[in-house]
């Protein structure tokens, strides 16, 4: 898929959206506008991860947007459901930037799965001098 195609499944996604919420924002009480909303954010869901799926980073790309889809059905039929479900990931947003700034603070190592290009040949190195000695 061409850049072109990927910045027009953007702007479809974005106008869908856009109609969808200041139609919603108007009054307006056909289904057609909230159909505009759910595949809006589908397709922005979809178009959000495609750079990742087309490198070949599928595999966590494909666990999100099954998360993100399987998320926009459970609204999609029980939208009474969204104010608990934002307030849940909200609180684990909130949860997870904590961690991050505690982690920093209190200066806990990295995990390996976390860790900078070249760190592990750096430790390793100092490995080998404290070998040697």
Do not use: C, H
């Not at 953007?10 to 009054?27: D, H, K, P, Q």
């Amino acid at each position: 898929m061409g850049k072109i195609q990927l910045r027009l499944l953007g702007i479809i996604a974005v106008s869908l959206i856009v109609i969808g919420l200041a139609a919603l924002w108007f009054g307006a009480t056909q289904p057609l506008f909230a159909i505009m909303l759910r595949v809006g954010f589908g397709l922005f869901a979809i178009w959000l991860a495609l750079p990742q799926l087309l490198r070949g980073e599928w595999r966590a790309s494909l666990l999100v947007i099954i998360g993100l889809l399987g998320l926009l059905v459970l609204l999609a039929s029980r939208p009474r459901l969204f104010p608990i479900i934002g307030g849940i990931l909200l609180l684990a947003g909130l949860v997870q930037l904590t961690l991050r700034y505690l982690s920093r603070m209190l200066g806990v190592p990295q995990s390996l799965g976390q860790q900078r290009p070249g760190s592990a040949n750096r430790a390793t190195s100092r490995d080998k001098k404290n070998r040697s000695d």
